[in-house]
């Protein structure tokens, strides 16, 4: 749920402000990480610096203190922010615990949608083709969710059960809406979704004819998380203040309804707890 909605909501509230100054010698990293997301030419750069821009104004700090970049692959994002350890990330829970200890990531806050701060994943297939997940060993599996790490898919999509890579014939797809069309002509045998995914699938006529075989346990969001720093440390409660205000915003307010957000809480102590322990596991 949180990666799409989250960079476009903060994206589209826009201050109007320009570029200011030079660019200091080490700026404070506002990295975007969207696994599967649009490719990291022309739409990432735009969508990182909206990030800078945005972010600069609503904190009323220099723009020119802030550097933005944009990943649609985990271990690229993970590779850049070990030698710019300054930084602010915008993701998912996927990339915190993948990269918590290597990082020293530390939480900020969570993505709340009409159903509360928990994200589910489905596994969608063709009415009356398949009955559960033991009937697709072997079978393909579609969509954007593929894009995260492999452990984080087995232990919160499929609660460490299955192992995707190894039970399916796995399809990462950016465009999870062309595999469920798939499904209807058989040449793709399951799709898994996000909780945003399926909403957004129910409203289709489509829906109709398919079914859902799987549904995983709730799953805490996570949108914005830091690596601290005494840069970051400095500014982290002004950065943290708009993020979790801008849903109240006048502008901020239509937006945040038109995509079905709520608005965004702060991590609490122990909110993580048990999906750290439920990925750190080693049975």
């Known amino acids: 749920m949180f990666r799409r909605t989250l960079l476009f909501t903060l994206c589209l509230v826009l201050p109007s402000l320009s570029w200011a100054g030079g660019s200091k010698p080490t700026p404070i990293e506002l990295v975007i990480v969207y696994p599967g997301g649009p490719d990291t030419g022309a739409e990432g750069k735009k969508l990182a610096e909206q990030l800078v821009q945005h972010l600069a104004g609503a904190t009323a700090l220099d723009p020119s203190r802030f550097a933005g970049a944009y990943f649609n692959d985990n271990l690229a994002a993970a590779a850049y922010l070990k030698t710019h350890r300054d930084a602010f990330i915008l993701s998912g829970l996927g990339f915190y615990l993948s990269q918590r200890k290597a990082l020293n990531l530390a939480p900020l806050a969570r993505l709340r949608g009409e159903g509360g701060s928990d994200e589910r994943f489905t596994v969608v297939v063709k009415k009356g083709r398949f009955k559960s997940v033991d009937d697709l060993r072997g079978k393909s599996l579609w969509g954007s969710v593929l894009f995260e790490d492999s452990r984080y898919v087995d232990r919160f999509a499929f609660s460490g059960k299955v192992r995707a890579a190894q039970w399916f014939e796995v399809h990462p797809t950016p465009r999870p809406l062309s595999a469920v069309r798939k499904l209807e002509s058989d040449a793709a045998d399951a799709v898994l979704l996000n909780q945003a995914q399926l909403d ?24 914005l998380m830091v690596v601290p720093t005494p840069r970051t440390k400095a500014v982290q409660d002004k950065i943290v203040k708009s993020v979790l205000e801008l849903c109240a915003t006048a502008k901020g307010k239509s937006i945040c309804q038109g995509v079905g957000i709520v608005g965004f809480d702060p991590v609490t102590p122990g909110t993580l707890d048990a999906a750290i322990k439920k990925y750190d596991d080693t049975r």
């Open 200 to 223: 957004a699938l129910k409203r289709l006529p489509l829906f109709e004819k398919l079914q859902i075989i799987h549904t995983s346990e709730p799953v805490p969001t996570l949108g």
